[in-house]
């Protein structure tokens, strides 16, 4: 069975690596992680669906004949992040197996605590087309059980003799058994004046469980996932099926179709549905790039330069002619990190430039016109522009009191570059391109 389950995680890895392709430039801000920022990190998922058992009294390799035993399954998840989370798992099932004239049946109760790993946010960088998942988890647990060994045909519950009575010495792991105690795990194995008594019960027998599994599940929407998963629960004793004779410790497999809840906020996406902020490895290679400090300077230094015409603008009401008072136009312009549409502090100084110019001339009307950097396609840059846009437009309005009615917005995308990065390669600047210009519209 493990050899089974390590075939299926190479099917499904390759299989669905043709299928993971998806358009990180046309992402919406929802989609992407970005570690400051909240999502939904707790679900809640029911399952049901058979529990095969690979022990000692078995007749079958792989699959039952008959007898098939179904079990339901509760998993309570929290995500860490995208692509880990921990998870509490209660299973219980009916046990059934039969070998020659003998078979065992009783019932168990099993709760671990798991690690799963999302497999394609590990190696593809988020879900699958946006409506798939695929994890691997491994745990650890303990397993309660109850079981009998009886006699095919009769029921008859079958003693230390029935077995190994022509065995010369019991087996090691029976060594403390007399020969008429009945096989049996959870109830009472001696002193009954019948063959057949209604069986005592006792404290369940419990055993290490460690469970292996794997997992794909498809996004409905923000609230529920559809999943089918499968996992093989390795015991760590061979006492099971009440023989404990074999080579193995017994293990069993339980496959459920799922129905998961996920819960939080309804405007807000389940952690584990969101893609790699790609921009978190652009701002480390950044710390260790040179030509890149280089470029943080002088983004600071076109912060302050913006910040001096701001000044310079505002002192010419004074100090300059009629002449030049009437003419000059007014303009300034903010800057933006790689595909953030968030006006920085530094950014704010300007824009209160802005708004005491729009104070003090209540008849100027603005034109605000977004931009970005040529990576990314035109549709995703537009939409950026547009949200830097707005953005610039919100600071003025709900910080500084502006009337929105003074504003025209203009999302340009990528289109008129300031800075040519292909063309001027390998001195051109995506800075400069992704800004918001500010300036007068002339009546």
Request: net charge negative; proline share 3%; glycine share 6%.
């Amino acid at each position: 069975m493990k050899r089974a389950l390590l075939s299926l995680f190479l099917i499904l890895t390759g299989f669905l690596a043709t299928f993971a392709q998806i358009d990180f430039g046309n992402l919406e801000e929802e989609q992407i992680y970005r570690p400051d920022s909240t999502y939904n990190t707790w679900s809640i998922s029911v399952g049901y669906g058979p529990v095969i058992y690979y022990t000692d009294v078995i007749d079958y390799t792989l699959f039952p004949s008959s007898q098939l035993k179904l079990g339901p399954s509760v998993q309570i998840s929290k995500q860490l992040g995208r692509s880990w989370a921990l998870e509490g798992e209660f299973i219980m099932a009916d046990m059934y197996g039969q070998k020659y004239n003998r078979y065992f049946e009783g019932d168990f109760r099993e709760a671990s605590l798991n690690v799963k790993a999302y497999i394609n946010q590990l190696i593809f960088n988020g879900p699958l087309r946006d409506r798939w998942n695929i994890y691997a988890k491994i745990g650890l647990g303990v397993n309660y059980f109850r079981a009998t060994m009886r006699e095919q045909g009769t029921d008859r519950l079958l003693t230390m003799d029935d077995i190994f009575g022509g065995v010369s010495g019991y087996p090691t792991s029976y060594s403390d058994w007399d020969p008429d105690d009945f096989l049996v795990m959870g109830y009472e194995r001696n002193g009954y004046a019948s063959a057949d008594p209604d069986l005592e019960e006792i404290a369940r027998e419990s055993g290490l469980v460690v469970p292996i599994g794997l997992g794909v599940r498809y996004r409905v929407n923000k609230s529920f996932d559809i999943g089918v998963e499968t996992a093989l629960h390795n015991m760590v004793a061979d006492n099971m099926d009440v023989d404990m004779t074999g080579a193995d410790n017994d293990s069993y497999m339980h496959a459920a179709l799922s129905l998961t809840y996920k819960f939080g906020k309804k405007d807000k996406r389940h952690a584990s549905w969101t893609y790699k902020d790609f921009n978190l490895s652009y701002e480390r290679d950044r710390m260790r790039d040179p030509l890149a400090q280089k470029l943080d300077s002088l983004r600071a230094e076109l912060d302050q330069l913006a910040a001096l015409n701001d000044s310079a603008v505002g002192d010419t009401t004074y100090i300059s002619q009629d002449k030049t008072i009437r003419n000059e136009l007014f303009s300034a312009s903010v800057f933006f990190d790689f595909d953030k549409s968030e006006v920085t502090a530094r950014s704010h100084r300007t824009l209160a430039g802005v708004a005491r110019y729009m104070t003090e001339h209540p008849e100027v009307v603005i034109k605000i016109q977004g931009y970005t950097d040529d990576r990314g396609s035109y549709e995703y840059n537009e939409k950026l522009s547009e949200r830097r846009c707005l953005a610039v437009k919100d600071v003025l309005v709900k910080d500084y009191g502006v009337d929105a009615s003074r504003f025209v917005t203009e999302p340009k995308g990528k289109v008129e570059l300031l800075s040519d990065t292909r063309k001027l390669a390998p001195r051109g600047v995506h800075l400069v391109n992704r800004r918001v210009d500010i300036f007068q519209v002339t009546k």
